[in-house]
């Protein structure tokens, strides 16, 4: 569950209440003050339709109920649709790409802030033999800071006019400091690069980005190294047809396609030829409930290796972005290996964005 507050006016009054949101973005509680024996309880259909389970001890005139749900649903979408994000570096080119693709990005998604952050005692989640710790990969507090600044400003001719570029520099441990951070400042999306030239930055960063991506709570882009800005016009969600109706968190996929303003198109790679799971055609149906015909394209493809078979059409229909929703991170790691240790360049400049699975 989430919790954030929202402000909506009731006559004259500005009214700041404590929401915390349940069952996939569908249920809410609105508290004026935490811990309310009789606090209004709102639910929200998959189609956006508002129901008032609970009025609560406040009385609310319609109307003003009306206010209460256009902030939550403006909160949610500022969130979802990646109204600030969160770039994490640890100065190297891959971290770079990435914070310059996320400044490019602010201009489509039209985002009010980024935050820019490193850890000054960062040490890799995952160390070993092969790439040990590099002594220029180690920053002091002072350093880290004009590090910070000096990326500042590079990027603040690249950014959107009305995003502001903030910088933070600390000592806490990366995946704690980046759930603190995304929490208490409300950003929907973080960003990091995910490897680059020399082997220490490809097992360094690699390792870092599928941590990451397990214990993020928040969704997360991951930009290739080769990656360059564009317009993103087409997306693809890989989807694997497993417990759809309760896991994939349409809400935030939705939010932040209509943020683009992008075409998403959802794929099934059956890895055996004519033979799809046993609840492929169920879980197919739930899938068309939630997404008709109309609003995304559907394809089907055979591969006997199914994370081959998602790069494959990626790169074949010219697809500026790749979606997963990984329910167990394997998929997510071979995924990121294939486009990285077999070196395929012409693969490398598709952005993979996970999204955490609903529950």
Known sequence: MKTFSVKF???????????????????????????????????????????????GQRVLSEEQFIALETA?????????????????????????????????????????????YHSHD?????????????????????????????????????????????????????????????????????VMGMAGKNAIEKA???????TIAKECHTSLLVVPHHAEFKQIANVVFACDLKNVSKTVPVYPINAFIDNLKARLSILYVNKIEGQAHPDAKAELKNLHDIWNENQVRYYYADHEN??????????????????????????????????????LAYRTHIPLMVFKEDN
């Open 306 to 343: 199914i994370e081959e078979g998602i790069l494959d059409f990626a790169d074949e229909n010219q697809m500026d972005l790749l979606i997963t929703v990984p329910k167990e991170y394997g998929f997510f790691e071979r995924i990121f290996h294939r486009s990285l240790t077999r070196n």
């Open 9 to 55: 006016k009731t006559g004259s009054l500005d009214l700041d209440v404590i929401v915390t949101v349940s069952e996939r973005n569908h249920k809410f509680k609105v508290e004026m003050i935490t811990g309310e024996p009789d606090p209004i309880l709102l639910k929200r259909s998959s189609k956006g339709d508002w129901i008032i389970e609970q009025p």
């Open 72 to 116: 939550i649903d403006k909160h949610l979408y500022q969130l979802h649709g990646a109204g600030k994000m969160l770039v994490l570096t640890d100065f190297s080119e891959a971290a770079l790409n990435a914070a310059k693709y996320a400044a490019g990005l602010t201009h489509q998604l039209k985002s009010s802030a980024i935050i820019l």
């Open 204 to 210: 360094l960063v690699g390792s870092n980005t599928i």
């Open 122 to 190: 960062y040490l890799p989640v995952v160390t070993t033999t092969f790439a040990p710790v590099s002594p220029e990969m180690v920053h002091s507090e002072e350093e880290s800071h004009e590090k910070l600044s000096q990326l500042k400003e590079i990027l603040a001719p690249l950014v959107a006019g009305n995003t502001v570029i903030k910088i933070i520099s600390d000592g806490r441990p990366l995946i704690s400091a980046v759930n603190t951070i995304t929490e208490q400042r409300h950003i929907g999306l973080v």
